[in-house]
C-alpha cells in the first residue's frame, strides 16, 4: 500500500532558528516528491518539487533533499519567521499522488 | 494569472440536508480535483477529471456525493445528505495535465451539526 509518513507530527520553534521535517515513503512508482505550505484556512501552496534523480532543491529559506534509494525526503528550514508557522505537507506519486498528514508547525517569539 | 476559485468559504448544514460545492480552476487547467481535508489530516483525493471526463472516483462516496464538470470547465461537489462525518474542508485544484503541479483553491470548510 501507498504510504507517505511525516514526522514530527508537530513541532515549536523559536523564531530565528532552523528545523528539519522528514518525510518517508512507500509509493511506487515514484516520479516525484513535492512539499507544500498549508497556512490555517488556506489551501496548499507548493514550495518545491523534485524527481528521482534530484537530490536538493531550495526555495528561499527552504531547502529539499531526497534519497530515492532509502525513499526518504526532508524539508530544512533556515533562519525560521512567524509567517512560517504552518502545516507542511510532503506528496508523492506518479499519476496518482499521495499525501502525507503533515507537519504543524508553530514559530514562536 | 488568477488562481482556483472556490465558494463558498464556509457553509453550516444540519445533517440530512444537501449542500453544494462550487470550483473555477485555472484557465487552461485539464485536470480538476476535488479534496476532503479532516482537520489534522492531509487532503484525500475524492474525484480528478481529466476536461469533463472522471479519471478516479475510487475513494468518492458515491451513495451521497456526486460530481460534475460541465464543459470541462467548472466545477461543482454536492453532498445529499450530509453526516456529521463529513465535516472537513473541501479542496478543489487543478493542473495542467495530470502528474503537473497541483494549485489548490482556499478550500471550503463545511460544518454539519
Known amino acids: 500500500k501507498n504510504q507517505v509518513e511525516q514526522s514530527p507530527q508537530s513541532l515549536i520553534i523559536l523564531e530565528g532558528k532552523n528545523c528539519t521535517l522528514q518525510?518517508?515513503?512507500?509509493?511506487?512508482?515514484?516520479?516525484?516528491l513535492r512539499w507544500y505550505k498549508q497556512d490555517t484556512g488556506r489551501g496548499p501552496v507548493s514550495l518545491t518539487i523534485?524527481?528521482?534523480?534530484?537530490n536538493t532543491k531550495s526555495n528561499g529559506r527552504y531547502t529539499a533533499t531526497l534519497d530515492a534509494d532509502t525513499k526518504q525526503s526532508s524539508l530544512h528550514i533556515t533562519a525560521s519567521q512567524l509567517s512560517d508557522s504552518a502545516s507542511y505537507i510532503c506528496v508523492v506519486g506518479y499519476q496518482k499522488v499521495t499525501f502525507g498528514t503533515g507537519t504543524k508547525l508553530q514559530v514562536i517569539p | 494569472e488568477a488562481g482556483v476559485a472556490q465558494s463558498p468559504r464556509y457553509k453550516i448544514i444540519e445533517k440530512r440536508q444537501s449542500v453544494a460545492f462550487w470550483c473555477n480552476p485555472i484557465s487552461g487547467h485539464a485536470t480538476l480535483y476535488w479534496y476532503q481535508q479532516i482537520l489534522g489530516q492531509g487532503p484525500k483525493l475524492l474525484i480528478q477529471?481529466?476536461?469533463?471526463?472522471?479519471?478516479?472516483d475510487s475513494q468518492l462516496p458515491k451513495d451521497r456525493f456526486s460530481a460534475e464538470r460541465l464543459k470541462g470547465v467548472d466545477s461543482t461537489l454536492k453532498i445529499q445528505p450530509a453526516k456529521l462525518e463529513d465535516s472537513a474542508v473541501y479542496l478543489c485544484?487543478?493542473?495542467?495535465?495530470?502528474?503537473?503541479?497541483?494549485?489548490f483553491g482556499p478550500g471550503t470548510r463545511l460544518t454539519v451539526t
Open positions: 485544484a487543478s493542473s495542467l495535465a495530470s502528474n503537473y503541479e497541483q494549485y
Open positions: 477529471f481529466q476536461n469533463n471526463g472522471v479519471v478516479d
Open positions: 523534485m524527481t528521482f534523480s534530484e
Open positions: 518525510c518517508n515513503y512507500t509509493v511506487s512508482p515514484f516520479s516525484n
